[in-house]
């Protein structure tokens, strides 16, 4: 234990003391020192790579690098998933460098070779640099991606042995040229997938897809790669290993690596004067809290970083902080915008580390370029969205014995406020998993036909690609992409490269480019699927960090034309949505209620879009657009109650479309916590009497067409789930709803009808007949098989109806990114979140 009154303490005493602020502190977290636990290096390590470790400072590895080493060298399937900074480089590369090294001792000189993935180019180049240091001269380590020349290419294929590259060169380069890469491929012993809780929902489906295609092409050349995982500490990480490889995992999880004591404190903003959409109490912004707490901490000379969402917010913290600074010191705190170069990012580490500079407020990105470990304090102005970008973001405090201090300040909304109140959520085993869902049947399509022009698909393949693959075939052959011939074997009919048809990392269809009107130049691109509420024509749209506001919108180019703007509003789209069931894949009788997972085809329209002012939230306007509507099919959860159960809980039918809506809203919000998914991915529609289930049915439904494994993962932790939301709007101090319960910063409604009470109400007559949490526990975190949803005919949706009396329903499309907290750069060109290298 750190002593009573250790210097993080103090100071966090001193910031909650302050200024009337003694109850914004919901709660304070010891984290104790660790010490380290060493192993001996395993013998199989060859000594070579031992003293090259040696040389570089690590004289023993810590117990998990140990035990990872020897699951490797025991040819298992291993993830480690421990924390920030605990050497899982080191883990992987050991055993990688000893077989390679062996294999230079082939007559060829490459008897042996490993293949190393990253999602980012940065990461493998960064891990090219790490080998490098452990690699004896005779392991040839090689960078191959898209900036590698093609005379380059060639030399990397034929003599490299440790090649380092991303899933979507393995997809487009490697895999299709397999014959040109079969001695590498023959002799490839290791597969690393590194980071691999970056690939989650629909590029992690993807990803899983590649992997797939990658050991039936080592099949056929005779090798049978060792897979390493490394990833951060998530909900059972095996199981999501192996929904990755395909391939039974054994996770290395205890965490040996020593740590000094942190003293974390959750945080949350006061209520305001101010009242925002139907007089909600609005609470102060995170960033201008994070600017109070920032100028404290300064003022005592504190080495502190905040992180915030966008490079607007970063610029106003420092801004803020700066003013309520007095001279000298305001000198001392700055911004962090991000595309500086290599000197400017060696001055500001500089500056920091030795005190220069005391304050920084920064985006994330600062995670992907500068080293800033060792401070004294974070400020992290709203949660980052997954725990591992948490725990990277708090890991920059902490030096040696002192110990460190960080603070997550709550952003107003359901997610926030819930963990700052339920500590255990963030500091006890983590329920957050990464999902993805590899047999949805629009992610493997276009990959069978990649693997059928690989090498022709056959019966033995079947399994491999997953239960959705038999029924797949014929639909792809109906399409003349594939062709049976009369041994059985299944062909790729087209003269076009199969692997083109696919980016691993957009959601099907052509993604919108986002162009500045003025120069014609290209910013990036969004997903086709979120086009219509973040990039039409008026909207202000955040692109890594920088405010735009949208010219014109053409739907036929797939073009949004921005200019750059500093508007004093936020744009919220406001859309109708219809939802039907197409297939019920399970339901689960709760009492009178029931929950299903199933396929659902979602219409939505864009009608419009509301200006909100981003100071008070108040509704400046509403603008009408004119945008056909968009079908989607995929998969949701959903949960359906009955009239008697309605009598039960008090509820009138005047009441129930507000408490469905808001029920629906506050869960969206907290499902985040149980897979590593946020707004954009998901959206609901709550209906007071469904024409398909005949009953009121609050559904939550993926984002991306054929869903991406966010529904199954609330149908599975279902209890807890929705115990959580039902916790999180009851305990808001808010006396009818406010964006920290109920209302969302992006309703399609307009945050309208909602009822608090009755939400909670709804749903505790929900709970009432829900299995035992301890049941639920117990039960298998493995995800269940799926089965092949069938196609029925599309039915109707019910009818779509604005205003709050009807009967209509109330939907929330995927939630996009407006609002100056909200903006974390969810573009195709954004790294994946929390996408940070992990520590050595
Ligand atoms: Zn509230
Ligand atoms: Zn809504």
Redesign the pocket.
């Known amino acids: 234990m750190p002593p009573r009154h250790s210097p993080p303490e103090a100071l966090l005493t001193t910031l909650a003391t302050g200024r009337g602020r003694s109850d914004r502190l919901t709660h304070t977290e010891h984290l104790p020192a660790r010490a380290a636990r060493y192993s001996p290096w395993p013998d199989s390590i060859r000594p070579e790579v031992v003293a090259a470790a040696r040389a570089v400072g690590v004289e023993q590895p810590w117990a998990h690098q140990a035990e990872a080493m020897n699951l490797a060298k025991s040819g298992q399937t291993v993830v480690i998933a421990t924390g920030t900074a605990s050497g899982k480089s080191l883990g992987y590369l050991a055993p990688v460098l000893s077989d390679l090294l062996d294999g230079t001792e082939a007559r060829n000189g490459r008897g042996a070779t490993a293949l190393y993935l990253a999602p980012t180019k940065a990461l493998a180049a960064d891990q090219r640099r790490r080998a490098a240091e452990l690699a004896p001269p005779r392991v040839r380590a090689a960078l191959y991606d898209g900036d590698t020349p093609p005379e380059e290419r060639e030399w990397v294929r034929q003599y490299a042995s440790y090649v380092l590259t991303n899933p979507d060169m393995l997809h487009r380069g490697i895999l299709p040229g397999h014959a040109r890469w079969s001695s590498f491929l023959k002799a490839l012993r290791y597969v690393v997938v590194d980071e691999c809780h970056s690939y989650r929902g629909v590029f992690g489906s993807h990803v899983a897809q590649v992997l797939r295609r990658l050991r039936r092409v080592c099949a056929r050349y005779g090798s049978s790669p060792t897979f390493l995982l490394a990833s951060a500490t998530t909900a059972d990480p095996a199981a999501t290993a192996r929904r990755l490889t395909g391939l039974p995992a054994v996770a290395v999880t205890e965490d040996a690596s020593p740590r000094g004591p942190m003293v974390f404190g959750l945080w949350e903003p006061p209520l305001t004067e101010n009242v925002g959409e139907h007089g909600a109490p609005v609470r102060r912004t995170a960033t201008a809290e994070a600017a109070h707490l920032l100028t404290d901490l300064v003022e005592r000379e504190t080495r502190t970083v905040v992180f915030v969402r966008s490079r607007r917010a970063a610029e106003l913290v420092a801004l803020q902080a700066q003013d309520q600074l007095d001279r000298p010191l305001a000198g001392r705190v700055a911004a962090y915008r991000g595309g500086y170069l290599a000197d400017e990012r060696r001055a500001l580490e500089r500056d920091l580390h030795t005190g220069r500079l005391l304050g920084l407020a920064s985006t994330s990105a600062l995670e992907l370029g500068v080293d800033i470990s060792g401070l004294d304090a974070v400020l992290m102005a709203g949660y980052p969205g997954t725990r591992a970008s948490l725990w990277q973001q708090a890991g920059r405090a902490g030096r040696e014995a002192q110990g460190a201090l960080a603070v997550l300040i709550a952003r107003d909304n359901p997610l926030d406020t819930y963990l700052v109140h339920h500590p255990e959520a963030l500091f006890a085993a983590p329920v957050e998993a990464t999902v993805l869902d590899p047999d949805n049947p629009h992610v493997l399509a276009p990959h069978l036909c990649a693997a059928a022009a690989e090498l022709p698909l056959t019966d033995a393949d079947l399994e491999l690609f997953g239960p959705s693959t038999a029924p797949l075939l014929p639909v792809l052959e109906r399409r003349g992409l594939l062709r049976r011939r009369s041994d059985g074997s299944w062909y790729w009919t087209r003269r076009e490269r199969a692997a083109d048809a696919v980016d691993l990392r957009g959601s099907g269809g052509s993604p919108v480019q986002i162009v500045e009107a003025d120069t014609g130049r290209l910013l990036g691109t969004v997903d086709a699927a979120a086009a219509h509420t973040t990039v039409h024509t008026g909207a202000v749209h955040l692109h890594q960090g920088r405010t735009y506001l949208v010219r014109e919108f053409d739907l036929d180019n797939s073009v949004a034309l921005v200019e750059p703007a500093d508007p004093p509003y936020t744009t919220a789209a406001r859309d109708i949505t219809s939802i039907s069931v197409l297939d019920t894949d399970t339901t689960v009788d709760w009492g009178e209620g029931r929950l299903s997972f199933g396929s659902v085809e979602v219409v939505n329209q864009v009608v419009g879009y509301l200006r909100k002012r981003i100071s008070t939230g108040e509704i400046m306007g509403e603008t009408k657009l004119d945008l056909p509507p968009r079908t989607l099919r995929t998969r949701a959860v959903w949960w359906t109650v009955t009239e008697d159960q309605l009598l039960d809980a008090d509820i009138p039918l005047d009441q129930l479309p507000g408490a469905a809506?808001a029920a629906?809203?506050a869960s969206i919000g907290l499902l985040p916590l149980f897979a590593t998914c946020d707004r954009w991915d998901i959206g609901?529609v709550?209906v007071p009497l469904h024409p398909d289930t005949g009953l009121p049915t609050v559904f939550v439904y993926d984002g991306h067409p054929g869903g991406a494994g966010f529904a199954e993962r609330g149908f599975q932790r279902a209890v807890q789930w929705l115990t959580a939301t039902r916790t999180a709007i009851a305990s808001c101090e808010c006396e009818r709803g406010c964006p920290s319960c109920v209302q969302?910063p992006?309703?399609?409604?307009?945050?309208?009808p909602?009822d608090k009470a009755a939400a909670v109400r709804l749903l505790d007559i929900l709970l009432a007949g829900a299995p035992g949490v301890a049941d639920e526990q117990n039960g298998r975190e493995a995800p269940d098989e799926q089965e092949t949803p069938d196609r029925p005919d599309t039915q109707d949706g019910p009818g779509t109806q604005d205003g709050p009396t009807q009967d209509g329903p109330?939907?929330?499309g995927p939630e996009t990114s407006a609002g100056p907290e909200t903006s974390a750069g969810r573009e195709a060109t954004s790294g994946p979140d929390g996408g940070a290298p992990a520590g050595s």
């Open positions: 809506h629906e809203h609901g709550s969302s992006k309703c399609g409604n307009g945050n309208d909602l109330t939907q929330d």
